[in-house]
């Protein structure tokens, strides 16, 4: 998607004349549904070629430990099923399954896009952004979500195209680490995160939703700082014994 493309999509997100927008609402779906709606032998064929690509430079760079590292773990997000599963669990959690009129979702740490498509199966329409990563955007477009290239920096607000959403979503992320996702990458600490709350509930409609997944630090443990746990508990309206947070946007402004 070019730049004029991309820049009349987020105009009709924005105002609302996004194609989602128009159809009925769909009811609940199963994960069988949804998994019907993804062209299987597309899946499969760019599976197959991401496995043959890493294996050419895993040979050509044995000494490569990052490269050696995706390829054992490369293939869970292909685990299209069960990826559907999980975020199916999210949609419903934030009653998407049974809205009354479309809604307008960003994905922060989009990754392939998966939220996405499971909202856009439930008549939901939508935007994701993450790291510049052309095995997401290959996933993203099998999937038929729109996926946007982005990092999510510490202090810095997001792009001022993402406006005018009714849920900012942020689902198992990896972005809050300042070397985005090194396994001994410092974690964000309590400021950045009220900056990036703040900063995402001020993109939010009236009455819009942040629904906030982080991964945990370590068994039962959501964060290092014990504080940004009390952050998201003081300002959600719900919060799972999963750590999942739906924190309204008048609790963040």
């Given at each position: 998607m ?14 609302g004349?996004?194609?989602a927008s128009r ?11 949804i998994?019907?709606s ?8 760019l ?46 959690l ?21 939220f996405?498509?499971?909202c ?20 993203a ?33 990896k ?21 990036f ?18 991964n ?7 964060f ?27 609790a963040?402004?």
């Amino acid at each position: 998607m070019g730049p004029l493309q991309l820049e009349r999509w987020f105009s009709s997100v924005v105002h609302g004349r996004d194609v989602a927008s128009r159809k009925t609402m769909k009811n609940d779906l199963s994960v069988e549904e949804i998994l019907s709606s993804v062209n299987d032998a597309d899946w499969r064929s760019l599976e197959q070629q991401i496995a043959s690509d890493l294996q050419d430079v895993i040979v050509s760079d044995p000494k490569n430990r990052a490269m050696d590292r995706l390829e054992k773990n490369y293939s869970k997000y292909f685990d299209l099923e069960t990826w559907i599963r999980y975020h199916l669990r999210h949609a419903r959690l934030m009653d998407l399954h049974s809205s009354n009129r479309p809604r307008r979702i960003l994905d922060v740490g989009c990754g392939s896009g998966i939220f996405l498509h499971v909202c856009k199966a439930l008549g939901h329409a939508g935007v994701g952004i993450d790291v510049n990563s052309d095995m997401y955007q290959r996933m993203a477009e099998i999937l038929g979500v729109e996926y946007v290239p982005g990092l999510v920096v510490p202090f810095e607000p997001l792009d001022e195209r993402f406006r005018g959403f009714d849920w900012i979503t942020a689902i198992a992320i990896k972005f809050d680490r300042r070397d985005f996702a090194n396994r001994d990458a410092t974690p964000w600490a309590l400021e950045e995160w009220k900056f990036f709350l703040r900063d995402c509930a001020q993109r939010l409609n009236e009455g819009g939703k942040l629904y906030i997944k982080p991964n945990f630090f370590k068994l039962n443990t959501l964060f290092e700082d014990p504080a940004i746990t009390r952050l998201l508990e003081n300002v959600a309206s719900v919060q799972t014994p999963t750590g999942e947070f739906i924190i309204p946007r008048e609790a963040v402004l």
